[in-house]
């Protein structure tokens, strides 16, 4: 493999948050070494594995000298361990992707995403896309939804669409994370969905690649959220917003982006402080709140959903 350019601006670090993957790691890895954007760096954040994972990934390092930094995480969940490795990113930070320790990588990855972005400038851009749903048994793919509705804040206060294996910062947008992170002492949900808030929050925009899926995104028993796909996922979905799951995760975000409000927009801050109210408002005048801001989700049915809890109170 040809020598990686020094020119920061031109490297992609690939963050990787690693617990127990020895079953699924080596695959993945080949996949990231087969990337025809050559130009990239991996971090890696060993979680505590019992397993052989840390073996696969020293093998890995000396496969690719200078390309892999190894450290350790905090040993809190998997949203803390990719927050440690944003919070730990250089401060030039150029573009900076997300990879899970058990997907599989079409060779055009980081070269789709890259090019997407390569007009972005000093504007806080965030790449996603649709990805295989992978049940590797049967090789059965099924393709992520597309989504329908415009990306902002209003849509990432109640829903994530940046799937965080398929996210790329440019380097403004990883500049940006980099330092909210650092703000920030409370614990994420998730990493993808907090970077979907913090990049639309702060008057940034998203890129999504509608074209084909460019990744396998393995489904087993062990994922740390998985998909959710299918009619018995949607029944656990729905049992979970009544037993106060949704609430539980609104609750957790809104704790984590008041840390970051000298980032936001006026605008943004404006709907945060209307959703935040209507939270803790009686029926009535949570409803009237509501409407004031209008949150959505891609789908109708989705957004349906979300007044349906909302006027249950599990918001």
């Not at 209507?278 to 029926?283: G, I």
């Amino acid at each position: 493999m040809p020598a990686i350019t020094r020119d920061m601006t031109k490297i992609v670090t690939i963050l990787m948050g690693v617990l127990n993957g020895a079953k699924w790691l080596q695959p993945q890895l080949n996949s990231i070494a087969e990337q025809d954007h050559e130009a990239w760096v991996i971090r890696f954040s060993d979680d505590g594995s019992t397993d052989l994972s840390a073996d696969i990934i020293a093998g890995f390092s000396e496969q690719h000298p200078d390309r892999v930094h190894r450290g350790t995480g905090p040993k809190s969940g998997f949203g803390d361990n990719y927050m440690q490795l944003i919070r730990d990113l250089p401060k030039q930070a150029g573009y900076t992707a997300f990879a899970d320790q058990d997907d599989v990588w079409n060779s055009n990855k980081l070269g789709r995403a890259v090019a997407a972005l390569a007009a972005s400038g000093e504007e806080p851009a965030l790449y996603c896309g649709r990805r295989w749903l992978w049940y590797p048994k049967a090789d059965r793919r099924i393709k992520s939804s597309q989504p329908s509705r415009e990306f902002g804040f209003r849509n990432a206060l109640i829903e994530n669409v940046a799937a965080g294996n398929t996210v790329l910062l440019n380097p403004a947008a990883a500049r940006l994370a980099r330092q909210a992170a650092r703000m920030i002492t409370k614990p994420v949900f998730a990493h993808d969905w907090w970077l979907y808030q913090l990049i639309t929050g702060a008057g940034g925009k998203v890129v999504f690649d509608n074209g084909p899926p460019c990744i396998l995104y393995r489904q087993h028993s062990a994922n740390a959220v998985g998909a959710g796909h299918g009619i018995a996922a949607q029944i656990r979905r729905k049992t979970g917003v009544l037993k106060g799951n949704f609430a539980r995760r609104i609750k957790q975000n809104l704790a984590v982006l008041d840390q970051i409000k000298p980032l936001l927009t006026e605008e943004s801050l404006r709907d945060l402080r209307r959703f935040e109210l209507a939270r803790n408002a009686a029926l009535h005048q949570r409803l009237l709140l509501l409407n004031e801001i209008r949150p959505y989700r891609q789908t109708s049915a989705g957004t349906l959903g979300f007044w349906g809890a909302a006027s249950l109170g599990q918001i």
